[in-house]
């Protein structure tokens, strides 16, 4: 029969608290999200309704953006067990160069709208931990003033074409002499999607104070004393601005780009070609013969055609009719690292985070991006190590399938 008796304080105290007093509350916060889902939710109060649906959102009905998460959620995959896994490698080589994860985090537009800190913050966290970081023609960030910021993270750089051809070969240029070893071409954005919550929201580039938004000032008073009191929200590498970002896609950029244009691309830019938003298995073929180093499978995040396909499901096919002329990357839809090591087991050569970082650039700046990155880097670990894998290459088709609707 169990005695009872008083607890001495010593044996009590060490239960008392976290111990950890030198982390900011939001530090905290971001420490008990356990998945993306749960940073995400952090970024939905810090932010206005209409950043956060700008980040969160897709096109119209959003049909996309959810197959393209729900073919993740379809994926099973097959361990095999009593294989040493005591040690696992998760670097691979993207483009020639080594990348310690298999996963680099995408470029994305309008960055300091969902935090003040911006493009720096995203890639100092990729410059810690060896991933290439991606900056985009919409970015908030100049091409030099990144390159100032993180010198020793590897810099890609993505293009849109404008209709001005002398703009976008100036923006070649720099990136170019700035130390940017790779172009990211994007070819999906022939016209800008029409993005249903931003026209709801009213959000404009840059945007406005309206009667909304100034109510929601007092709900997101953080957010805003940020915005007014740093530089002015604004495009980095272009001069166009007004009305949301589907419409300044559609006057900015320029429809006529054709698959003929890679060879003027090839006369302004000397490094790897990377094309981005391939949607099929016919242009992934004529891309291939064309001699692109890699195209990267995305429906823009879901974000521009609705009841488009899916990316992880287009995978198979195209990495078995060109894997072995140019590299296969796929993006859309990831918010695990299960995702990513399911795409690599389909035999993709690595992945583009986008969204994922976003939604801890606004749920804590620097830190949130960290958090994020901490968070995959776990989930990937420990699905190799569940699957009997102790190296990318160890991932094959044996381990992971997709089940039926």
Same mark, same amino acid.
């Given at each position: 029969?169990?005695?009872?008796?008083?607890?001495?304080?010593?044996?009590?105290?060490?239960?008392?608290?976290?111990?950890?007093?030198?982390?900011?509350?939001?530090? *905290?916060?971001?420490?008990?999200?356990?998945?993306?889902?749960?940073?995400?939710?952090?970024?939905?109060?810090?932010?206005?309704?209409?950043?956060?649906?700008?980040?969160?959102?897709?096109?119209?009905?959003?049909?996309?953006?959810? *197959?393209?998460?729900?073919?993740?959620?379809?994926?099973?995959?097959?361990?095999? @067990?009593?294989?040493?896994?005591?040690?696992?490698?998760?670097?691979?080589?993207?483009?020639?160069?080594?990348?310690?994860?298999?996963?680099?985090? &995408?470029?994305?537009?309008?960055?300091?709208?969902?935090?003040?800190?911006?493009?720096?913050?995203?890639?100092?966290?990729?410059?810690?931990?060896?991933?290439?970081?991606?900056?985009?023609?919409?970015?908030?960030?100049?091409?030099?003033? =990144?390159?100032?910021?993180?010198?020793?993270?590897?810099?890609?750089?993505?293009?849109?074409?404008?209709?001005?051809?002398?703009?976008?070969?100036?923006?070649?240029?720099?990136?170019?002499?700035?130390?940017?070893?790779?172009?990211?071409?994007?070819?999906?954005?022939?016209?800008?999607?029409?993005?249903?919550?931003?026209?709801?929201?009213?959000?404009?580039?840059?945007?406005?104070?309206?009667?909304?938004?100034?109510?929601?000032?007092?709900?997101?008073?953080?957010?805003? &004393?940020?915005?007014?009191?740093?530089?002015? =929200?604004?495009?980095?590498?272009?001069?166009?601005?007004?009305?949301?970002? %589907?419409?300044?896609?559609?006057?900015?950029?320029?429809?006529?780009?054709?698959?003929?244009?890679?060879?003027?691309?090839?006369?302004?830019?000397?490094?790897?070609?990377?094309? /981005?938003?391939?949607?099929?298995?016919? #242009?992934?073929?004529?891309?291939?013969? =064309?001699?692109?180093? &890699?195209?990267?499978?995305?429906?823009?995040?879901?974000?521009?055609?609705?009841?488009?396909?899916?990316?992880?499901?287009?995978?198979?096919?195209?990495?078995?009719?060109? %894997?072995?002329?140019?590299? @296969?990357?796929?993006?859309?839809?990831?918010?695990?690292?299960?995702?990513? @090591?399911?795409?690599?087991?389909?035999?993709?050569?690595?992945?583009?985070?986008?969204?994922?970082?976003?939604?801890?650039?606004?749920?804590?700046?620097?830190?949130?991006?960290?958090?994020?990155?901490?968070?995959?880097? /776990?989930?990937?670990?420990?699905?190799?190590?569940?699957?009997?894998?102790?190296?990318? #290459?160890?991932?094959?088709?044996?381990?992971?399938?997709?089940?039926?609707?």
């Amino acid at each position: 029969m169990a005695t009872r008796r008083l607890p001495r304080p010593s044996e009590v105290l060490p239960l008392i608290g976290s111990g950890d007093h030198g982390k900011s509350r939001l530090q *905290r916060k971001l420490e008990r999200c356990a998945s993306i889902s749960d940073v995400r939710e952090l970024a939905r109060k810090a932010t206005p309704k209409a950043v956060f649906d700008y980040t969160d959102g897709g096109s119209m009905s959003e049909s996309t953006l959810d *197959r393209s998460r729900d073919a993740y959620r379809r994926v099973e995959f097959t361990p095999r @067990v009593l294989r040493n896994v005591a040690e696992v490698d998760v670097s691979t080589s993207f483009l020639g160069q080594l990348n310690a994860l298999p996963f680099a985090f &995408a470029p994305t537009g309008f960055t300091r709208m969902m935090h003040h800190v911006g493009e720096p913050a995203v890639a100092a966290v990729a410059q810690k931990a060896g991933i290439a970081y991606g900056l985009s023609t919409l970015g908030t960030t100049s091409i030099e003033a =990144l390159a100032t910021a993180s010198p020793d993270v590897r810099r890609w750089f993505q293009l849109y074409v404008s209709r001005d051809r002398t703009q976008a070969e100036d923006l070649m240029r720099r990136a170019r002499d700035n130390g940017y070893d790779s172009l990211i071409l994007t070819v999906d954005t022939a016209v800008g999607g029409i993005r249903w919550r931003e026209v709801r929201n009213g959000l404009t580039i840059p945007p406005h104070l309206t009667l909304n938004t100034l109510l929601d000032m007092s709900r997101h008073p953080r957010w805003w &004393a940020n915005v007014l009191t740093t530089e002015p =929200l604004s495009f980095a590498s272009l001069d166009s601005t007004g009305g949301t970002v %589907g419409d300044l896609l559609t006057r900015v950029f320029d429809p006529g780009v054709t698959v003929e244009d890679i060879a003027w691309i090839r006369e302004n830019w000397n490094g790897p070609i990377m094309v /981005k938003g391939v949607q099929s298995l016919a #242009d992934s073929q004529i891309l291939a013969d =064309l001699g692109v180093e &890699a195209i990267v499978l995305s429906n823009h995040g879901g974000r521009q055609i609705d009841s488009g396909n899916v990316p992880l499901e287009l995978l198979p096919g195209v990495v078995d009719a060109v %894997g072995n002329q140019t590299e @296969v990357y796929v993006d859309g839809g990831i918010m695990r690292g299960s995702d990513i @090591v399911a795409a690599l087991s389909f035999g993709a050569t690595g992945t583009l985070v986008g969204r994922a970082y976003l939604y801890g650039l606004m749920a804590g700046g620097q830190d949130g991006v960290q958090r994020v990155l901490d968070i995959l880097t /776990k989930e990937i670990k420990v699905t190799m190590q569940l699957l009997g894998a102790n190296s990318i #290459d160890q991932l094959d088709r044996s381990m992971v399938r997709l089940r039926p609707y």
